[in-house]
């Protein structure tokens, strides 16, 4: 709910971590990993590929053409009776939904998961306006309660533990239950039960949005998407613009890779096809859809070509899954709605690098994410074109480092490029080290050395490359020569115990 | 481009228009086309299942949402659905029904059955909360998918989405002429409608990955299959 934070401090989120959290989110991911690569494997690994490239070159051609295909769009969901507002900041699209509210003298609000409304703080402004909002999302309704926000992107309370929740049941809702997910999952649900039909306004976001027909396509398990879309008098649902697909042809695609790249399903419980409203009252569902088209500094990603890329992103969270970075520190140190190496992608284009020009380094760059990304994200290419604009910007602490950096890689390559230069280093060295040896590690070493020595020692300086080297050549030919002699020395023994083997049988 | 121009709300200022026109103005400079025409997206040739598989029956798609919690079974004749229909009243407590008034549930007798059985029939119509009431909701189905164990139904008048998702039971009767090959091609045929893809009932796994069956939608999806041969009387 966090609205428009302040700088992310990513790597002094990381020193605060609770200690239980990477246990909890590595045993989250492992489960939904498993179940991925189940659902992978029953796919075809070979079909999936070529699945994970259509879905990569049908996204990125709505986004090269994104233009056209909104105002398809929005011909299309208003010719179905809807109406499509557009906000270019996160407070315009707050001002819209406040004022339909307002206009509809809406009281009560459910609301089903969506990161774009989570980007906005939509929930903090309307319970300022005085509406109450309440989160329907068995994940998102837990973290609510908990005066929390989401850590993960399809599993918004990963990081607590059922013993938390019960208790937090116990506290916040007054009943006593046993730390028991199907029980506190009946019991979240009983209490929502009423909410839905009372509520005067459903608020959800978009998985996909299809221009060809002007539909809204919501992908969820547990029913309280389809209940926020149908039950309330007025429906708003708030989507960022980069969420067209261009017909139902591609939402197949996107149909088979999304559930099960998410959560290992081949299909999740119940996928509602959202198109127009029940003008003539015939149909059940909403007499009143609201489209808000969010672009919130989306337009700008597009500018470049290959951060434009982030946008092809259908929030599946397996990059989060399958991340080193995110399995150890948790959602929450990203510091903002979207964590793992999405958030450390996306985060700093729409709040700006002077915000979260950290992020980008929050990552090995190992390259899982990109092999798991079902839309095929070149992830790691986009990291280091964020890091090369986080250090050019040179601002603050970045700033100060990226000189330090210059310095320290300047006397480097003029020490590596005179052989006797090189050579006095090695030797000087040895000397130096010598007020930080301990048993042949250096424990501790001053600032900014420490920080390497902060989490691990440094090995001695024993002695000169050079003469490693000749050492290490002589060392292996002999062991060469020893084992050549051994190997020959055997042979030949098996040889006469062949022999004599062969004599004794004839 | 610094990191001023990457942040919200920043770039190019449009003065005067409105939101709409300002957001379409940006993303075309964004993009900087030379065509202005619009290429028909990239042709795909991989089907939404894989493509060696053959094609699957009725079977497949009962197994389908068996394993993900559903109660299927496959009804030869009008006798075994009227008993499917007592076995299931009784064992789900089944007090209040409401179903779709399509011609096929109509031809099934499925109203006349359940009341005969003294359960009290709900209009499909009827206000929320009254439907929040019911037991039980019947509905037919537009296509299913064996391959993933997914039902398609698409809302009209007499087929409103909520009968299938406020009852605590929902039931689902379908034959075999519903069955397709793949998403894309059931995708095709409900193109455009206000649909819902049902596949197992409602679940969820928010609490350390344990699954736990029946959220805010039906605990319980029954999937009745007719035969062949099956000729309502």
């Known amino acids: 709910m966090k609205t428009s934070p302040g700088k992310i401090h990513f790597r002094r989120n990381t020193q605060n971590i609770p200690a239980r959290i990477p246990g909890a989110v590595q045993s989250a991911t492992k489960r939904f990993l498993a179940l991925r690569d189940a659902a992978v494997n029953e796919y075809g690994a070979e079909h999936w590929q070529e699945l994970r490239q259509i879905g990569h070159d049908l996204r990125l051609h709505t986004l090269e053409h994104l233009d056209t295909y909104l105002e398809v769009l929005e011909k299309n969901v208003e010719s179905a009776g809807g109406q499509v507002q557009w906000a270019r900041t996160a407070e315009e699209a707050r001002n819209i939904v406040r004022e339909i509210a307002q206009r509809r003298n809406v009281r009560r609000v459910v609301k089903a998961k969506s990161m774009a409304t989570e980007e906005i703080g939509l929930n903090k402004d309307l319970q300022s306006a005085g509406i109450s909002v309440l989160e329907t999302d068995l994940g998102e309704f837990i973290v609510q309660l908990a005066g929390d926000s989401p850590s993960h992107i399809t599993g918004p309370a990963l990081h607590l533990r059922k013993e938390d929740i019960a208790e937090l049941f116990h506290a916040r809702l007054g009943v006593v239950a046993p730390p028991d997910a199907e029980q506190l999952s009946r019991i979240a649900a009983a209490r929502l039960r009423h909410e839905f039909l009372v509520a005067d306004m459903g608020i959800s976001g978009g998985n996909f949005l299809v221009a060809d027909t002007g539909t809204l396509v919501l992908v969820t398990n547990e029913g309280n998407g389809r209940m926020c879309a149908t039950l309330p008098p007025v429906y708003v649902a708030v989507v960022g613009i980069e969420k067209i697909i261009p017909d139902w042809q591609s939402l197949a695609v996107m149909l088979t890779l999304l559930p099960r790249n998410a959560t290992g399903q081949k299909m999740t419980a119940y996928i509602s096809l959202i198109g127009g409203v029940n003008a003539a009252s015939t149909e059940d569902g909403a007499t009143e859809f609201h489209l808000v088209l969010l672009d919130n500094g989306r337009s700008e990603i597009l500018r470049h070509r290959i951060l434009r890329e982030t946008l092809l992103c259908i929030r599946c969270g397996a990059c989060l899954n399958i991340c080193p970075v995110y399995n150890n520190v948790g959602g929450h140190v990203y510091g903002w709605v979207y964590s793992g190496p999405i958030g450390a992608i996306l985060t700093p284009q729409l709040l700006g690098l002077r915000k979260a020009g950290e992020l980008p380094f929050a990552s090995t760059l190992c390259g899982a994410c990109n092999d798991i990304c079902p839309v095929k994200i070149p992830i790691t290419e986009i990291l280091l074109c964020l890091r090369q604009r986080a250090l050019e910007s040179a601002t603050g602490a970045i700033g100060s480092q990226q000189t330090m950096l210059r310095l320290g890689a300047q006397a480097t390559a003029l020490a590596l490029a005179s052989s006797r230069l090189y050579g006095w280093g090695a030797q000087a060295l040895r000397v130096i080290q010598l007020p930080f040896l301990r048993n042949g590690w250096l424990p501790r070493l001053p600032p900014p050395l420490n920080r390497w020595t902060n989490s691990r020692p440094l090995p001695a300086f024993r002695t000169d490359f050079r003469k490693w080297w000749r050492h290490r050549n002589h060392g292996s030919s002999k062991t060469w020569r020893t084992r050549a002699r051994s190997i020959v020395n055997k042979a030949d023994q098996a040889a006469s115990a062949l022999r004599a083997w062969y004599r004794r049988r004839t | ?233």
Do not use: Y
């Open chain 2, 1 to 233: 481009m610094t990191h001023r121009s990457l942040a919200a709300g920043s770039g190019a200022s449009f003065p005067g228009a409105g939101a709409r026109d300002e957001i379409l103005f940006k993303v075309r400079g964004a993009l900087s086309r030379r065509n202005d025409q619009l290429s028909p997206p990239p042709a795909w040739s991989v089907p939404s299942c894989p493509p060696e598989c053959p094609q699957p029956g009725m079977e497949r798609l009962l197994r389908e949402i068996d394993n993900l919690g559903g109660i299927t079974r496959q009804v030869k004749t009008r006798s075994e659905l009227r008993s499917a229909l007592v076995e299931l009243a009784i064992a789900q407590g089944i007090q209040r029904a409401t179903l779709w008034e399509t011609r096929e549930l109509a031809e099934l007798r499925i109203g006349e059955t359940l009341q005969g059985l003294g359960i009290r029939l709900v209009s499909p119509h009827a206000d929320k909360s009254q439907l929040a009431e019911c037991d039980l909701g019947v509905t037919g189905v537009d296509c299913a998918l064996p391959e993933t164990g997914t039902l398609l139904l698409c809302s009209s008048a007499v087929r409103p989405l909520s009968v299938s998702l406020l009852p605590r039971v929902h039931l689902a009767i379908l034959g075999a002429s519903v069955l397709r090959r793949d998403l894309a091609q059931a995708l095709a045929e409900v193109r455009g409608r206000r649909a819902v893809c049902i596949t197992g009932p409602s679940r969820t796994a928010d609490i350390e990955m344990t699954l736990a069956v029946g959220v805010h939608g039906p605990r319980v999806l029954a999937v009745w299959a007719l035969g062949t041969d099956f000729t309502p009387g």
